[in-house]
């Protein structure tokens, strides 16, 4: 991946291994003001627990309009201080290359939305990730990092019976600074998440990229969606013909 050389991407080399926190979240997804003011105080405190660390925030459009209302709006001198130090805090307003972002040794811990591409990106470069899903796919990949325990989320899944009271409370969740908090301390140069995400990594470049991805496409087309062999019961029983077959040959 080409790099272009420019601030931000000097203020990213100049770091340390693993002492950045990168959080993007899309071009489409809207932060609400609740959620950005929790996600705010709480990368705060843990700016000021964490000397070592720094923060890349990346926004777009009515993202970066909420950001900056918010952080005007903080009552708490500290934490709006430190916010506003350029050398432990720097925010784009734009596209960025996040590819390369991710790719470096300085980042140490990516927040997402958690749409597909994203979290492939992030997966791939063996960052474990925090999610903070805003729409469709996004609760449900916010879920799987969770359990698969490759990151956290600060989407907490409602019970069924919520969930059938109240079908738009995966959209209308929140979280608190206090969550933000224990997330993002209890993941921090924590080597368990790094070698979920590390072995997550390897097994994504073992299984052969968009080639494979095409060729198993076309098998599973050509079969005409019937892969019963591949399964347990019949399927192996199936199997086990074909190996017999191939044997008295």
């Given at each position: 991946?080409?790099?272009?050389?420019?601030?931000?991407?000097?203020?990213?080399?100049?770091?340390?291994?693993?002492?950045?926190?990168?959080?993007?979240?899309?071009?489409?997804?809207?932060?609400?003001?609740?959620?950005?003011?929790?996600?705010?105080?709480?990368?705060?405190?843990?700016?000021?627990?964490?000397?070592?660390?720094?923060?890349?925030?990346?926004?777009?459009?009515?993202?970066?309009?909420?950001?900056?209302?918010?952080?005007?709006?903080?009552?708490?001198?500290?934490?709006?201080?430190?916010?506003?130090?350029?050398?432990?805090?720097?925010?784009?307003?734009?596209?960025?290359?996040?590819?390369?972002?991710?790719?470096?040794?300085?980042?140490?811990?990516?927040?997402?939305?958690?749409?597909?591409?994203?979290?492939?990106?992030?997966?791939?470069?063996?960052?474990?990730?925090?999610?903070?899903?805003?729409?469709?796919?996004?609760?449900?990949?916010?879920?799987?990092?969770?359990?698969?325990?490759?990151?956290?989320?600060?989407?907490?899944?409602?019970?069924?019976?919520?969930?059938?009271?109240?079908?738009?409370?995966?959209?209308?969740?929140?979280?608190?600074?206090?969550?933000?908090?224990?997330?993002?301390?209890?993941?921090?140069?924590n080597s368990t998440y790094k070698q979920a995400a590390r072995i997550m990594s390897l097994?994504?470049?073992?299984?052969?990229?968009?080639?494979?991805?095409?060729?198993?496409?076309?098998?599973?087309?050509?079969?005409?969606?019937?892969?019963?062999?591949?399964?347990?019961?019949?399927?192996?029983?199936?199997?086990?013909?074909?190996?017999?077959?191939?044997?008295?040959?």
């Open positions: 991946m080409d790099m272009i050389e420019d601030d931000l991407t000097r203020w990213i080399k100049s770091k340390r291994d693993s002492s950045i926190l990168y959080a993007a979240f899309g071009s489409i997804g809207i932060i609400r003001p609740n959620r950005m003011k929790s996600l705010l105080e709480g990368l705060a405190i843990f700016l000021l627990q964490t000397s070592d660390a720094s923060i890349l925030l990346a926004f777009l459009n009515a993202n970066h309009d909420t950001y900056v209302r918010v952080l005007n709006e903080i009552s708490n001198n500290d934490h709006r201080r430190i916010l506003s130090n350029t050398d432990r805090v720097r925010v784009e307003n734009g596209f960025i290359p996040q590819k390369w972002i991710l790719e470096q040794s300085a980042v140490g811990l990516f927040i997402s939305h958690c749409g597909m591409g994203s979290l492939v990106e992030g997966l791939y470069f063996e960052k474990p990730i925090l999610c903070l899903p805003l729409h469709t796919d996004q609760f449900v990949n916010a879920i799987a990092v969770d359990q698969s325990k490759i990151g956290k989320s600060l989407f907490v899944p409602p019970s069924p019976f919520e969930s059938f009271l109240n079908p738009h409370d995966f959209h209308d969740y929140k979280f608190s600074t206090d969550s933000v908090i224990m997330a993002v301390s209890s993941m921090w140069m097994e994504m470049r073992h299984a052969g990229g968009l080639k494979r991805a095409a060729e198993e496409i076309e098998l599973f087309v050509n079969l005409k969606g019937d892969r019963d062999r591949y399964q347990g019961g019949n399927g192996r029983l199936e199997v086990e013909k074909y190996i017999k077959v191939l044997y008295l040959k």
